[in-house]
């Protein structure tokens, strides 16, 4: 069973800073993209950022140049550098990931998603 594990949400005042981690954990063959999506209340949820192993990563034009994705991929983790946060920014942020799970190449890739970690911007 894969699980996708949050952290690093909480309350900050507007301009500063939150760093957000996910880790996957289980039986996990590979992992094709890492990335963040958040959702506000009374909104949809929208993909934050992006990364794959050797692509470049995609950002969303409401965060790009004030946060900054990055993948560890031996330890099957992703992190979020938010900086210059904004009160829009308040939303419930969900790790996301498409992962080929167990042992096997020939197992379809699936997307998994963790429990969401709040992250309040006050102003």
């Known amino acids: 069973q894969v699980q996708l594990v949050e952290s690093g949400g909480g309350l900050v005042q507007a301009g500063g800073s939150l760093r957000l981690s996910c880790a996957a954990s289980?039986?996990?063959?590979?992992?094709?993209?890492m990335g963040w999506y958040r959702q506000a209340p009374g909104k949809q949820r929208e993909l934050v950022a992006l990364?794959?192993?050797?692509?470049?990563?995609k950002y969303a034009d409401s965060v790009r140049d004030r946060f900054t994705i990055s993948r560890d991929i031996p330890k099957n983790s992703v992190y979020l550098q938010m900086n210059s946060l904004k009160p829009e920014d308040t939303a419930v942020y969900y790790c996301n990931a498409l992962i080929k799970p167990g042992t096997s190449w020939y197992v379809r890739e699936e997307t998994y998603w963790g429990q969401g970690t709040q992250v309040t911007v006050s102003s």
């Open positions: 289980g039986s996990i063959f590979s992992i094709n993209y």
């Open positions: 990364i794959t192993g050797p692509s470049t990563p």
